[in-house]
Nanobody, 122 residues
Framework: QLQAFGGGSVQAGGSLRLSCAAS????????MGWFRQAPGKEREFVTA????????SYADSVKGRFAISRDNAKNTVYLQMNRLKPEDTAVYYCAAEDSQMIHTTPRPYDYWGQGTQVTVSS
């Protein structure tokens, strides 16, 4: 089970930090990802992190602004979002995949959190 926290409303240029807590005792075996979905749009990849945290992947639209990290001791993955833009407005979902590889599409992920709303105003 995954539970995401930290969404909210912020002005453009601001920052938010999302957290996703997992109940699995085998958290460290999962690749963790963040996806987002804006109204009327498909769910899109934001970022993902390997099981050990040694490898990350980012969508071009967030590179240099967002940072993913994980703490396997706390079963938690984080998404630090800086220099937010109105186009970052979406529901953000964390996801977990029992895999050795990072995937940037939603389909391979096994578990999903409930989503947390991020709204960026101009």
């Amino acid at each position: 089970q995954l539970q995401a926290f930290g969404g909210g409303s912020v002005q453009a240029g601001g920052s938010l930090r999302l957290s996703c807590a997992a109940s699995a005792r085998t958290f460290s075996r999962y690749v963790m990802g963040w996806f987002r979905q804006a109204p009327g749009k498909e769910r899109e990849f934001v970022t993902a992190i390997s099981r050990t945290g040694g490898t990350t992947s980012y969508a071009d639209s967030v590179k240099g602004r967002f940072a993913i990290s994980r703490d396997n001791a706390k079963n938690t993955v984080y998404l630090q979002m800086n220099r937010l833009k109105p186009e970052d407005t979406a529901v953000y979902y964390c996801a977990a995949e029992d895999s050795q590889m990072i995937h940037t599409t939603p389909r391979p992920y096994d578990y999903w959190g409930q989503g947390t709303q991020v709204t960026v105003s101009s």
